[in-house]
């Protein structure tokens, strides 16, 4: 059974999004850490990068694959959680706390209130499986 | 790949399974009118000893392997011991193909780690690849590597690198985003000093040290002025034994170097096969195109080899991959490691110090000649140029009659300067050859 936080947004592509005013913390979830495997690398976009929503903005690389990571809002990339690169056995560790990948200023920030809730998203997960 | 012999009574089974009465029928699907509707024009088939002797008739006309030759310019004549070809002609090692599975191919994997070893020692760098296909194709890549990296687009490359080498990257990059802009060397020294082509949009700063014209460029400035502007130092050998003198690039500040492995024992053999090189800082890793061999323990800390950092290439990455190289020169990388290993760090520092000198002594001897001098002021290694008092063509055919290769006429790539050449000296170059070369020119 997945670990579905109640107050996260959670896309179908399975990432998460953790709002705080027009800025978004974006992270992969639980099913995802858990689906992938080991993660070892993360590969990050930039400081400065624009993205729309559904956009890939880099990849998360596990031993058994490596898989595109999308943001689910438009918005400019604002922090990088470059130390995940260190240590990104926290991603499979937690992937809800300090495994975020990517922080961005919204372009809108009523367009994370369309994505999933937790309830919706744990439907989704079982309806899939 | 196994050899499976068929009879044609198989052959026609076969042809009857699928539906056919004959082979040429598997054919029916290219037009007709593109369908060649003759014999190839060959001669007749010949008995072995006919074939031997037209072989050996042929070869006799090849009267440049045997006259002393001072050609240089990216391939060079180097002694090659006789155990390296020994060695690779065993059968294990005919395929090189891709060691996918590390559980089969320990022997492979492990040869491909010492490669990458070794280049990783003589260029000081962190991390080589498997190889690349050749030294220019390995410029190549080594141009879209710093657009990944930095995120621009600018390459800014001397016109002392290979005129070859710039012509394949151009073709190789042609229909990528890359701006390349050529920056002349400087006319005293031969070297690149003039860097204000560099600014913000620049990706690298491209540069062969020894450069085309032999000069070995002042690496260490280049990087901090590369470095200044955010760019990244891409350094191009063509001649691997410089390495057993020369700094090497990664301890002058080098983020890239890339390189023809050919003077590891390699033939010239009519410009190939040969084997790229390429080597970066560990930082760079994942950025890298080309195949990587790393060493692993398994629970019981037994040593093994396997391919690593796979996420990179076309066979998990699709279009995302940094190169479309997958495959290597697995043979002639093969080869370069156990040339490599058998001279050893001696014998390479030996082998770099006889080039070295002979040059020198060539050199000076050239120089001291009437109506020849040396145009260029930086140090060289084992290659030089040589201007004369007449078109160097004519100098050239001159010596060729007289018995002597004595070098490359630059006017084949650098129009106005058609008195020069470049004329190289290897350890495979006697003193009574140089002296000879230097009896032809007075």
Known sequence: MSNIPENLRYSKDHEWVSVDGDLAAIGITDYAQHSLGDVVYIDMPRVGDKFSAHEAFGSVESVKAVSEVFTPIAGEVTEVNDGLNDTPEKVNGDPYGDAWFIKIKMDNPLEADGMLSSAEYEEYLEASA | MRYIPNSP????????????????????????????????????????????????????????????????????????????????????????????????????????????????????????????????????EAYLMAQRVTRRNKIVVATSVHPEYREVAKTYTKHGDAEIVEVAFDETTGRLSDISALDDQTAALVVQSPNFFGCVEDLTALADSAHTVGALLVVVVTEGISFGLLKSPGSCGADIVVGEGQSFGIPMGFGGPHVGLFATQDKFVRQMPGRLCGIAYDKNGNRGFTLTLSTREQHIRREKATSNICTNQGLIALAATIYMETMGKAGLQEVAMQNAQKAAYAKQRISALEGYSIPFSAPTFNEFVVRGSRAASEVLEAAREAGVIGGLALSKYYSGRGKEFLVCVTETSSRANIDRLVGVLS
């Open chain 2, 9 to 140: 009574e198989e052959r026609a089974e076969m042809l009857d399974s699928i539906g056919l009465s004959n082979a040429s029928e598997l054919f029916r699907s290219i037009p007709a009118d593109v369908q060649l509707d003759r014999k190839l024009k060959i001669t007749d088939p010949l008995a072995e000893a006919e074939v031997i002797s037209a072989m050996e008739e042929m070869a006799a006309r090849n009267s440049a392997a045997t006259k002393p030759s001072f050609l240089g310019a990216g391939v060079y004549s180097h002694f090659s011991p006789t155990i390296v070809d020994h060695l690779i002609q065993r059968s294990e090692f005919f395929t090189s193909y891709t060691p996918y599975q590390p559980e089969i191919s320990q022997g492979t994997l492990q040869y491909i780690f010492e490669f990458q070893t070794l280049i990783c020692q003589l260029t000081g760098m962190e991390v080589a690849n498997a190889s690349m296909y050749d030294g220019s194709t390995a410029m190549a």
